[in-house]
């Protein structure tokens, strides 16, 4: 059996990702926003993400969460691949990756949130899941307790085309409990 790099799968997903047309791209974001949020993760605080170019769209899917009264906690990228926490809705500034971040909250305890939205490149319906290689959300999530323990649920948004049976993953890869694409909502069994 051939094994599959994960940098082979994050170029073969960057590659469909760039192929998708704008009108796809408004699709898919229509369709993740659609799903019923407030019976997926319920109304506290959650966490999500600014989504960047390619990856499947936050912005609608954040205002959705917002107008239910669910409070959303965006990241910020720190030194050491460490991540921060702040308010969606406040003003956004570009960080030197060219990503949208809030201004810090220190009162954001992640631990306590309803969930937790990951970004991933490619997606297992075991749990696995495939980010751009940096490792921020993985050490984000390392003492956090996965949600039969007791923990956040961690949801990963993705495109259709980006769910697999499972993807190259180490012992150190954070496993998430649901994916949502556009068209379908996946509990993951592990």
Known sequence: METVSKD?????????RLAL???????????????DWAKICGNGVVTAYVSMPGEPPTGELRRALAEQGTR??????????????????AEL??????ILE?????????SQVNALFIPA?????DG??????????????????LFRDGGPQRIVVAFDHEVVDSVPHELHDAIVDMVVTPTRIITVSY
């Open 8 to 16: 082979d799968v994050r170029t073969e997903a960057i590659r469909k």
């Open 21 to 35: 047309t704008s009108q796809q791209i408004r699709e898919a974001s229509a369709g993740i926003a659609g799903h």
């Open 72 to 89: 959303v906690a965006l990241p910020i990228m720190r030194p050491e691949r460490q991540l921060d926490w702040g308010w969606d809705g």
């Open 93 to 98: 500034v570009s960080n030197s990756y060219g």
């Open 102 to 110: 809030p201004k810090p909250d220190f009162e954001i305890d992640i």
């Open 121 to 125: 490149m490619q997606v297992g319906v």
């Open 128 to 145: 696995s899941r495939l980010g751009r290689g940096a490792g921020y959300f993985d050490r984000a999530l390392e003492n956090i307790p």
